[in-house]
């Protein structure tokens, strides 16, 4: 499964423990291989992908490729000001599923696109998907009688 992440308004916000520190990101709870038979492994793991500040811009984005999520594995995502020993924000990726049925993970190439907003003084998150996520396919075939 491929993530993208975008994460954006970290630089503007007073995010507790930041002090000029950098952003970090770990994905909780990931399945870390598949058997030969198809099955998820029941060990889990933490990564951490990385991320890259844009330009100028308050956005930063990352992408990272794992295994499928399945129901033993309650995948968090989880964002950290510099090395802090607690997360200022963790998102549940099933209920993030859940609000966006558009997204759909069952496919052969499945994609999990994410756009975090943190937004305000005192860290008010926005979680939605990009609107370079979201695509409409309306094929037009004509069958030749």
């Not at 100028?56 to 794992?66: F, H, M, P, S």
Request: net charge negative.
């Amino acid at each position: 499964m491929k993530v993208y992440l975008e994460i954006a308004g970290y630089e503007t916000t007073t995010t507790p423990g930041k002090q000029g520190e950098s952003l970090t990101v770990e994905m909780r709870n990931m399945p870390c291989r598949v058997f030969f038979d198809n099955r998820i492994c029941p060990q889990r793991r933490n990564y951490y992908p990385e991320i890259e500040k844009q330009d100028n811009k308050d956005l930063y984005v990352g992408q990272l490729c794992t295994f499928r999520l399945d129901d033993n594995h309650p995948a968090q995502i989880a964002l950290y000001a510099g090395d802090g020993a607690e997360p200022f924000y963790t998102l549940d990726v099933e209920e993030f599923l859940k609000d966006n049925p558009e997204i759909d993970i069952s496919k052969q190439e499945a994609e999990l696109p994410l756009r975090i907003e943190i937004k305000g003084k005192d860290v008010s998150v926005g979680v939605t998907v990009p609107d370079w996520g979201i695509e409409d396919i309306f094929p037009d075939i004509d069958f030749e009688d």
